[in-house]
């Protein structure tokens, strides 16, 4: 799967959406997603947590291993997917559909990464 | 620098994600995922590659002398063609590895030990050897298949004439022909399903592997990796060294003092087992019911009280839950009562059950 241009990509493998009214949705990245394997349990925050630059905000769990997602923005949770907590298998299926938390009163970002450049620092990565 | 099996290139071919484990690269998953690996055990078969497995052969007059001694179970009432299970203790009564042990003549006898324990238990038998016995290691030259699940006969009889397939669990036979090449067929395995596991030499590892895979297309049969291992045998209930035993506990504190007999005349480890008494811990399952996954070396309370930790613990697949394996003393957490685990922080309830989650 091809990561969408229209999305911003932190270094440890979230994705960030602008969702233009001053809010951003926070997900996992098709490549994420890929190494952690069949994802069987997700953590998420609750609505008015604050979350904070390059913080653990949630976790993922697949059959071996538990990784932390970190947050790319600093803010306020005011929305959590919560579908995903029943069916964490939809971040295997759909990394760029399944978004995680909705963040605003965003105060700081870290330096995102546009899809190509992400690209890029995959391939040095592999 | 890690160790190849012979499938190694197979592994990568069918897009095996390869992993260092126990000095041997092997696969951990396959592009299915852990979950269809693990389903297709339960409900049709998976093939496994547990080449990195050590075998170990003693011959002799004093092979059973030696056995006997070096084993916690009992050996001298064994068959050729029967298979069994046995710990293996240090003078403390501590686990130096658990292994099968296959009786090929009443005076050799080959076991089978886990790979990272290898040449620990290669230097412990060799310096625990009495009497007119020889010791021979073929962990360099076996390879071995595992092919398990409901359909694994189904599979096996198509490469193997059906007279040569060891009709009992436990049982097996040699000098037979699995897709032409010479072998040991077992009918043993560590997912709590019917399968076999085949020794063959190493230069007839693809042979054997490429003739069951294509043999096993239309029953469902698939590779498999140790993701899929490991959640099948804890589904089952089954200890793993490292986990459930390690130097220090004894094969009685750890549920497994069916296969020590204090009957026997002696055996390494026995009389440091007699002195400490029947245990006061044991190892128990927990149904996690709470949210969360408990994993292992989590402590487990009951109230304020710690009474122990988790030993191993993952989401199974089959059950759709989380799972975990503990030694926790015994008064405290008699089954059916609710604990709690801390898992990173925070505490969450469980079910203590029998540690046999999944029955076929």
């Known amino acids: 799967m091809s990561n969408p241009t229209n999305l911003l990509y932190a270094k440890s493998h979230e994705w960030v959406q602008d969702m233009g009214d001053g809010t951003y949705r926070i997900g996992l990245t098709d490549y994420a997603q890929k190494e952690l394997g069949d994802l069987v349990f997700v953590n998420l925050p609750q609505e008015g947590d604050e979350v904070e630059v390059g913080a653990a905000f949630g976790d993922v769990e697949s059959v071996k291993a538990v990784s932390d997602v970190y947050s790319p923005v600093s803010g306020v949770v005011c929305a959590i997917n919560e579908e995903l907590l029943d069916h964490p298998e939809m971040i295997n299926q759909d990394a760029y559909g399944a978004w995680m938390i909705q963040v605003n009163e965003v105060s700081d970002k870290e330096e995102l990464l546009s899809a190509e450049s992400y690209e890029a620092f995959l391939s040095e990565e592999a | ?360």
């Open chain 2, 1 to 360: 620098m890690e160790l190849k099996t012979p499938l190694y290139d197979v592994h990568v071919a069918l897009g095996g994600k390869i992993v260092p484990f126990a000095g041997y690269l092997l696969p951990v998953q396959y592009p299915t995922g852990v979950i269809t690996e693990h389903m297709a055990v339960r409900e049709k078969a998976g093939l496994f590659d547990v080449s990195h497995m050590g075998e170990i052969v003693l011959s002799g007059p004093d092979a059973l002398n030696n056995v006997q001694m070096l084993l916690t179970n009992n050996f001298d009432d064994m068959e050729d063609g029967q298979v069994r299970y046995s710990p293996m203790c240090n003078d403390k009564g501590g686990v130096v590895d658990d292994l099968i042990v296959y009786r090929i003549r009443s005076d050799c006898y080959m076991m089978v030990v886990n790979a990272a324990n290898h040449d620990k238990d290669a230097a412990w038998i060799s310096s625990h050897l009495t009497g007119d016995v020889q010791f021979e290691d073929y962990s360099d030259r076996i390879a071995q298949v595992a092919l398990q699940g409901p359909q694994s006969e189904a599979i096996l009889e198509k490469v193997c004439a059906k007279e040569n397939i060891p009709p009992k669990y436990y049982t097996y036979t040699k000098d037979v022909e699995v897709a032409g090449c010479r072998s040991i067929v077992s009918r043993t395995g560590y997912t709590g399903e019917d399968g076999f596991e085949v020794y063959c030499a190493k230069e007839d590892a693809v042979k054997v592997w490429n003739a069951l895979l294509e043999a096993g297309k239309e029953n469902g049969l698939i590779p498999c990796g140790l993701g899929a291992r490991d959640t099948l045998r804890l589904e089952a209930g089954m200890p793993l060294y490292g986990h459930e035993m390690n130097d220090e506990i004894t094969p009685k504190q750890t549920g497994l003092g069916i296969f020590v007999k204090m009957d026997k005349q002696d055996f390494i480890g026995k009389k440091a087992m007699e002195e400490m008494g029947t245990p006061t811990v044991k190892r128990c399952g927990l149904k996690i019911t709470g949210r969360g996954i408990a994993r292992e070396n989590c402590p487990v309370y009951v109230g304020d009280r710690q009474i122990g930790h988790t030993t191993s613990g993952t989401h199974c697949p089959y059950l759709g839950g989380a799972y975990a394996m503990a030694i926790v003393e015994k008064e405290p957490a008699p089954l059916g009562s609710t604990v709690e685990v801390e898992v990173r922080g925070k505490r969450i309830p469980a079910e203590v059950v029998k540690v046999q989650f999944y029955k076929r």
